[in-house]
């Protein structure tokens, strides 16, 4: 694609991939981080390390939601052309929405954590039998860690 689009794709196509493929990067990682963690988890363990294993793994996923996130701005720049500024109204329009996107995203960016799991927001955003789990873990984890802090 890359190559076939060389010639005429605009700068802000070309950024927007390149933003892409970091994030996307940043969250594969993460995701090899969570293998590694799940072959790393041996049942014959104490039982705290492998709750603490599994904490990490599930509480990670937030991570992925957050850098997630960071995409939506950055689908709003793929289609902006050169001759878009010679129209001011799109251009304007253009702006606008890349800036809502963008704060949006960067607000749920640092917002999304296990503190805020009990406000509306956090509750319409993730919610159901896949987030339980993670809720619990990301609670659990925090138990062991100031466990381990009380020892």
Do not use: C
């Amino acid at each position: 694609m890359l190559y076939q689009t060389y010639a005429y794709a605009s700068p802000f196509f070309w950024f927007s991939i390149a933003t892409h493929v970091v994030l996307l990067t940043i969250v594969i990682a993460i995701y090899i981080y969570q293998l590694t963690l799940i072959y790393q988890t041996d049942l014959g363990e104490p039982l705290l390390t492998t709750q603490f294993r599994l904490a990490k793994l599930k509480s990670s996923t937030l991570w992925i939601y957050k850098l997630m996130f960071l995409h939506a701005p950055v689908w709003t720049t793929f289609s902006i052309q050169q001759k878009m500024f010679n129209n001011q109204a799109w251009l304007t329009a253009q702006v606008i929405v890349t800036l809502i996107f963008l704060v949006a995203a960067l607000w749920l960016f640092f917002n999304i954590k296990y503190e805020n799991r009990d406000k509306k927001w956090f509750k319409l955003l993730f919610r159901g039998k896949d987030w339980d789990p993670i809720i619990r873990s990301l609670k659990m984890l925090r138990e062991i860690q100031d466990f381990n802090v009380a020892k």
